[in-house]
């Protein structure tokens, strides 16, 4: 349990935390999407082109309903007669970022946890919009939800389609699949039994499959570095999401299953807490892949496990991990393997002064990418490991207008996220802290 366990804790102290909701909760936005035929330019900032690190100074994006139509220096573009004008002088344009390890409905250990003992579905999806809507003012327009109950997650993501509900665009995994005695709860045996509960998932909505192919290192039974699901099980599984045009992805702790799952042709892993040389060089080779929640495991996070009385066996685990597990981030980033920036807690969640997405994305650059590898890790690194990229992902003519404004070049200094005060998702304002459209949200 240690990997679930270890982001629950934190985030439940976010959900906990007033400041978090003063900034966030105040105000729901009205809508999530532009009307058809409706007009806005972004007038006078510089826009961050993401592919090439390029940035155009005094630039016009035109979004007609919810996509962009154009994009270029002011020289060249004009905002249409009849737009709605957003002076964004001096400031910086971004692609809404995502966020790529997520559970809005997390119920933690802990006095808080405690009290959503008896959540049924209908309260759990409730907070789940609630915590999809923080995310999404924190700028978060897109997120993969990473083991769900219930069918919780298909509903909310419909709700949101429809604009009954306020949050992030949502791709979802639907609920863990594991083999009994796995790390989760909805446990299977044998290749068929996978088969059916991936189609089972695909079928109300899936568009990733998440297994648990190895042991937690807090689990009572089993060995971590154990590999418990058959070549069968895996195979077939993995085949039968392929089939049906779905990605898999594992929570997984050991080099041996992982090695196994790569030979099936698996996509991407979780954490990576302890993947080895030749696992890394793999995904590389092979292009699967690592999302890496690093938040979770450095010294940012044990304020909260400390806040809410984690034991100090616990807070001495999450240093040891936390050694590994940056190991591993900086071996990855060395080799080339595909990042998508995950946190594994709340998107919003506060992390040493920012969010967790924001932090996540700082220690991709500690760790040894530039700032713009890890501006494209939290934005177009994502859209193409969910095949979204024609939509998402980038400030380009065609894709939905998704977009965060910040006050410095995050090129140059990713920390420059920590001032995002604006987002748009589908052309629609949905926070602007400083009243750039003329009315503060
Ligand atoms: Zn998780």
Same mark, same amino acid.
């Given at each position: 349990m240690y990997s679930l366990r270890l982001p629950r804790f934190a985030s439940l102290m976010a959900a906990a935390s007033a400041a978090a909701l003063a900034v966030f909760g105040a105000q729901a936005a009205s809508a999530q999407a532009q009307p058809d035929g409706e007009v806005t330019a972004l007038v006078g900032?510089?826009?961050?082109?993401?592919?090439?690190?390029?940035?155009?100074?005094?630039?016009?994006?035109?979004?007609?309903?919810? #996509?962009?139509?154009r994009v270029g220096p002011r020289s060249e573009v004009q905002p249409p007669v009849g737009a709605r004008i957003i002076s964004t002088e001096g400031r910086w344009l971004a692609p809404g970022l995502m966020n790529m390890?997520?559970?809005?409905?997390?119920?933690?250990?802990?006095?808080?946890?405690?009290?959503?003992?008896?959540?049924?579905?209908?309260? +759990?999806?409730?907070?789940?919009?609630?915590?999809?809507?923080?995310?999404?003012r924190a700028?978060?327009?897109?997120?993969?939800?990473?083991?769900?109950?219930?069918?919780?997650?298909?509903?909310?993501?419909?709700?949101?389609?429809?604009?009954?509900?306020v949050g992030?665009?949502?791709?979802?995994?639907g609920e863990l699949i594991v083999p009994t005695?796995?790390?989760?709860?909805?446990?299977?045996?044998?290749?068929y039994a996978f088969a059916r509960?991936?189609?089972e998932q695909i079928k109300q909505g899936a568009s990733w499959i998440k297994i648990a192919i190895s042991g937690g290192i807090s689990d009572t039974h089993g060995d971590i570095a154990a590999a418990p699901m058959t070549d069968e099980e895996l195979s077939v599984l993995i085949d039968v999401a392929h089939r049906n045009d779905v990605r898999v992805t594992a929570h997984n702790g050991s080099p041996q299953a992982a090695m196994q799952a790569l030979e099936y042709g698996i996509d991407a892993f979780e954490h990576g807490y302890h993947l080895t040389e030749p696992v890394l060089r793999r995904m590389a080779k092979d292009e699967a892949w690592l999302i890496p929640t690093i938040v979770v495991s450095q010294p940012g996070a044990r304020a909260f496990y400390q806040r809410i009385g984690s034991p100090d066996w616990y807070l001495a685990r999450v240093d040891s991990v936390?050694?590994?597990?940056?190991?591993?981030? +900086? +071996?990855?980033? #060395?080799?080339?393997?595909?990042?998508?920036?995950?946190?594994?807690?709340?998107?919003?969640?506060?992390?040493?002064?920012?969010?967790?997405?924001? #932090?996540?994305a700082e220690l991709y650059v500690d760790a040894g990418m530039t700032p713009l590898q890890a501006l494209q890790a939290a934005t177009i690194q994502p859209a193409r490991m969910m095949r979204r990229d024609t939509d998402i992902g980038s400030i380009t003519v065609g894709k939905y207008a998704d977009i965060v404004i910040l006050d410095g070049d995050p090129t140059k200094d990713i920390g420059a996220l920590r001032s995002l005060s604006f987002v748009m998702k589908g052309g629609a304002v949905v926070r602007d802290d400083h009243g750039l459209s003329g009315q503060a949200r």
């Amino acid at each position: 349990m240690y990997s679930l366990r270890l982001p629950r804790f934190a985030s439940l102290m976010a959900a906990a935390s007033a400041a978090a909701l003063a900034v966030f909760g105040a105000q729901a936005a009205s809508a999530q999407a532009q009307p058809d035929g409706e007009v806005t330019a972004l007038v006078g900032g510089s826009v961050v082109s993401v592919e090439d690190g390029r940035i155009i100074p005094d630039a016009v994006v035109v979004i007609e309903g919810q #996509r962009i139509v154009r994009v270029g220096p002011r020289s060249e573009v004009q905002p249409p007669v009849g737009a709605r004008i957003i002076s964004t002088e001096g400031r910086w344009l971004a692609p809404g970022l995502m966020n790529m390890h997520v559970h809005f409905g997390l119920k933690l250990p802990g006095a808080a946890g405690a009290e959503l003992q008896n959540e049924t579905d209908a309260q +759990q999806v409730l907070r789940m919009a609630h915590n999809a809507e923080r995310s999404l003012r924190a700028g978060v327009t897109s997120v993969r939800l990473t083991s769900e109950l219930h069918g919780n997650d298909f509903a909310l993501k419909r709700a949101i389609q429809r604009g009954e509900a306020v949050g992030p665009r949502i791709e979802t995994a639907g609920e863990l699949i594991v083999p009994t005695g796995g790390h989760g709860f909805h446990e299977v045996d044998g290749p068929y039994a996978f088969a059916r509960a991936a189609r089972e998932q695909i079928k109300q909505g899936a568009s990733w499959i998440k297994i648990a192919i190895s042991g937690g290192i807090s689990d009572t039974h089993g060995d971590i570095a154990a590999a418990p699901m058959t070549d069968e099980e895996l195979s077939v599984l993995i085949d039968v999401a392929h089939r049906n045009d779905v990605r898999v992805t594992a929570h997984n702790g050991s080099p041996q299953a992982a090695m196994q799952a790569l030979e099936y042709g698996i996509d991407a892993f979780e954490h990576g807490y302890h993947l080895t040389e030749p696992v890394l060089r793999r995904m590389a080779k092979d292009e699967a892949w690592l999302i890496p929640t690093i938040v979770v495991s450095q010294p940012g996070a044990r304020a909260f496990y400390q806040r809410i009385g984690s034991p100090d066996w616990y807070l001495a685990r999450v240093d040891s991990v936390g050694k590994d597990h940056w190991a591993v981030l +900086q +071996q990855a980033i #060395r080799l080339g393997v595909p990042i998508a920036l995950g946190t594994d807690q709340f998107p919003f969640e506060d992390n040493e002064g920012t969010t967790a997405t924001v #932090r996540e994305a700082e220690l991709y650059v500690d760790a040894g990418m530039t700032p713009l590898q890890a501006l494209q890790a939290a934005t177009i690194q994502p859209a193409r490991m969910m095949r979204r990229d024609t939509d998402i992902g980038s400030i380009t003519v065609g894709k939905y207008a998704d977009i965060v404004i910040l006050d410095g070049d995050p090129t140059k200094d990713i920390g420059a996220l920590r001032s995002l005060s604006f987002v748009m998702k589908g052309g629609a304002v949905v926070r602007d802290d400083h009243g750039l459209s003329g009315q503060a949200r």
